[in-house]
């Protein structure tokens, strides 16, 4: 079964969106057969690489709303944040364009899926817990790295054009879909599921989704057998393209 997550690294409903999914998966019965796949998803192109306002002024001045607002905002997120084990410090948190982090993304993808699942969550933790600037290439090497790509791999994410392209297909891809906001995730391309949503809503919805994604089951009838295997007098009779039994 794939499902595929658009998501934001400067979002922070998708990190406690892929804690609660997670738990979901950790618990589903056929994880092991689940193939998840990050999708690029930016929530705000306009900021420069490098931006000297803390969150709260950032909101505040491209939300247009009160500071107070913003503040209880901030404060809920983080409580929320904290009952999936997370730690987040809007204080440290440096404001920073997530491009650069999804070219290194894609190419994280090329490597292999794990590869990209694992840099998702160094950079979340970085941008969130750690106070890193996830626009600084010095801080992608390192978190790069961390995630099992080569120094030269990430620098090759920043420089080639072929990863930018990648990300912008992934826009593409999440305009088709009537993407609008992430977290989101695509079961299948069959269900979708919007925001950091409750474990259970996770875990019906793999249920649903595994049960209507596999192949029918055969049912066989009960009984004593007979010569051919099948109970006396239902020995499954039917007709096909050459006749009938």
């Given at each position: 079964?794939?499902?595929?997550?658009?998501?934001?690294?400067?979002?922070?409903?998708?990190?406690?969106?892929?804690?609660?999914?997670?738990t979901?998966?950790?618990?589903?019965?056929?994880?092991d057969?689940?193939?998840?796949?990050?999708?690029?998803?930016?929530?705000?192109?306009?900021?420069?690489?490098?931006?000297?306002?803390?969150?709260?002024?950032?909101?505040?001045?491209?939300?247009?709303?009160?500071?107070?607002?913003?503040?209880?905002?901030?404060?809920?997120?983080?409580?929320?944040?904290?009952?999936?084990?997370?730690?987040?410090d809007?204080?440290?948190?440096?404001?920073?364009?997530?491009?650069?982090?999804?070219?290194?993304?894609?190419?994280?993808?090329?490597?292999?899926?794990?590869?990209?699942?694992?840099?998702?969550?160094?950079?979340?933790?970085?941008?969130?817990?750690d106070?890193?600037?996830?626009?600084?290439?010095?801080?992608?090497?390192?978190?790069g790295?961390?995630?099992g790509?080569?120094?030269?791999?990430?620098r090759?994410?920043?420089?080639?054009?072929?990863?930018?392209t990648?990300?912008?297909?992934?826009?593409?891809?999440?305009?088709?879909?009537?993407v609008?906001?992430?977290?989101?995730?695509?079961?299948?391309?069959?269900?979708?599921i919007?925001?950091?949503?409750?474990?259970?809503?996770?875990?019906?919805?793999?249920?649903?989704?595994w049960?209507?994604?596999?192949?029918?089951?055969?049912?066989?009838?009960?009984?004593?057998?007979?010569?051919?295997?099948?109970?006396?007098?239902?020995?499954?009779q039917?007709?096909g393209?050459?006749?009938?039994?």
């Amino acid at each position: 079964m794939k499902i595929e997550i658009f998501s934001d690294v400067a979002c922070p409903w998708c990190y406690i969106g892929k804690r609660r999914f997670e738990t979901a998966l950790a618990s589903f019965e056929h994880r092991d057969q689940v193939e998840v796949e990050w999708k690029s998803f930016q929530l705000d192109p306009s900021l420069p690489e490098h931006d000297h306002r803390n969150e709260i002024d950032y909101l505040v001045q491209t939300k247009g709303m009160p500071r107070e607002q913003v503040t209880q905002m901030l404060g809920h997120v983080t409580e929320q944040a904290t009952g999936e084990g997370l730690h987040y410090d809007f204080e440290a948190l440096v404001v920073a364009n997530s491009w650069k982090a999804h070219r290194v993304i894609q190419r994280a993808k090329a490597v292999s899926l794990k590869t990209a699942e694992r840099l998702e969550e160094q950079l979340f933790q970085a941008h969130f817990e750690d106070g890193k600037d996830i626009g600084s290439e010095d801080v992608l090497v390192e978190l790069g790295t961390a995630a099992g790509l080569t120094a030269e791999q990430v620098r090759e994410a920043l420089d080639d054009d072929r990863w930018e392209t990648a990300v912008k297909q992934d826009l593409a891809t999440a305009r088709a879909l009537g993407v609008s906001g992430v977290p989101f995730f695509v079961l299948e391309r069959k269900y979708g599921i919007s925001g950091a949503q409750p474990v259970e809503v996770f875990t019906q919805a793999l249920e649903q989704s595994w049960a209507e994604s596999q192949p029918l089951q055969m049912v066989q009838p009960t009984g004593a057998a007979g010569a051919d295997g099948y109970p006396d007098g239902l020995n499954g009779q039917a007709c096909g393209p050459n006749g009938c039994d």
